[in-house]
């Protein structure tokens, strides 16, 4: 630890979810089973991650400890990166805990996704919508007669190992920068206890193989906790991620409103290729005026406007209309300009968050947001916050860099 802790030290979290693996390719799930390995394009992804976190300026200066989930595909992941930067970070231990296991599914362990779905509908539908309430139950037999049968709750398991996770990082590493490799499942366990998210929300929260999300204490508890950036992969070559939940419904891009040119200039470069099916602008201030500017170059997009008063019922509004006749294959983009307040309240929404917990997303100017919403019967799900137009941006603006990872 350092020697000396000043008193507006930081503690930065770098967390990353492991490259692509032999289970996410074959749409089996993993839980905590440790037969899912990476796959040549995980380990490609990892090494190329690695690459972009060292010309970002990750080094020995600014990265204090690297943890990892101790299942091999994290494991392994996090050795790709640390060899990736290793010349300019010096190698150190990794150290592992148990309590990153990914989500633990016993009963559907190695079972296709399509499977589960259609071979256990209830416990599916209950997973998706109530994931709180979901539990597996375990025969014990004793001369093949029944001898007792108890329930588990992967969530509630999941979450104590959580909260005794930030509990010790917190307590050892305050003012530390630590890059913490993990899974999909603990990822959103993590963000979602930093936060004050309810485990109901667990699967509102996207995490791509190798996305990046930073976190950010100011305290060593998890009430000063921060969402500095989420599922960041630019540097997969995504400036807003694949959908994790289905092919269509419909897709909300959301900006904040922006007085800076050079801002809007890399708004409108990042945008310019995607087909905006509709737009929701906020009137009044500088949205109304961003938005026109960006729809300069989507002539066929459908515009919708509301005043700052009633906005959130309007968009409410517009959403399930259009939910309604979305299609499962199809997807619709939908472009959002409001006040970063406005913004803050969307995303807060769908994660369930409470209004004094809003200031725990620090959005950023020049930057997206990203909802998805796969359909009417399953619920919204964020992809990213604060994803920018490409790495060359980031590695090129330094000062945007430090703000979200050092």
Known sequence: MPSKIKEDSKTRIILLRHGESTYNRLGLYQGSCNDSVLTTNGILDAQHTGIYLAELGLNNKNLDLIYSSSLRRSYDTAQEIAQAIANTFEPKIIHTSDLLWETDLPQWRGLGIKYVRKSFPEEYHTWKHNPQDFFMESIERVDNEVDSISRFYPLVDLYSKIRLFWQDLLRNHFGQTILVVAHGGSNRALISAALGIEPKRYHCIQQSNCGISVLQFRGNSLESGQ????????????????????????????????????????????????????????????????????????????????????????????????????????????????????????????????????????????????????????????????????????????????????
């Open 227 to 406: 969402l500095e950036a989420m599922n960041l992969n630019s540097h997969m070559g995504y400036t807003i991620p694949k959908l994790q939940e289905g092919a269509g419904g419909i897709r909300l891009l959301l900006v904040c409103s922006e007085n800076d040119v050079v801002n809007k200039h890399k708004l409108i470069s990042c945008l310019r290729n995607i087909v905006l099916d509709f737009s929701i602008l906020e009137e009044g201030s500088n949205s109304f005026h961003t938005g026109q500017q960006i729809l300069k170059y989507h002539s066929a997009t459908s515009q919708m406007s509301a005043n700052s008063s009633n906005f959130l019922q309007h968009y409410t509004k517009i959403i399930k209309k259009r939910l309604n006749i979305s299609t499962e294959n199809k997807l619709s983009n939908g472009l959002v300009v409001a006040e970063l307040e406005t913004i803050k309240k969307l995303i807060g929404n769908i994660l369930g968050m409470s209004s004094q917990n809003l200031e725990k997303l620090n959005l950023q100017p020049g930057t997206i947001s990203a909802i998805h919403y796969p359909s009417v019967e399953l619920p919204p799900v964020l992809q990213a916050m604060n994803t920018s137009e490409s790495e060359k941006y980031l590695i090129h603006k330094p000062e945007f860099a430090q703000s979200y990872l050092f």
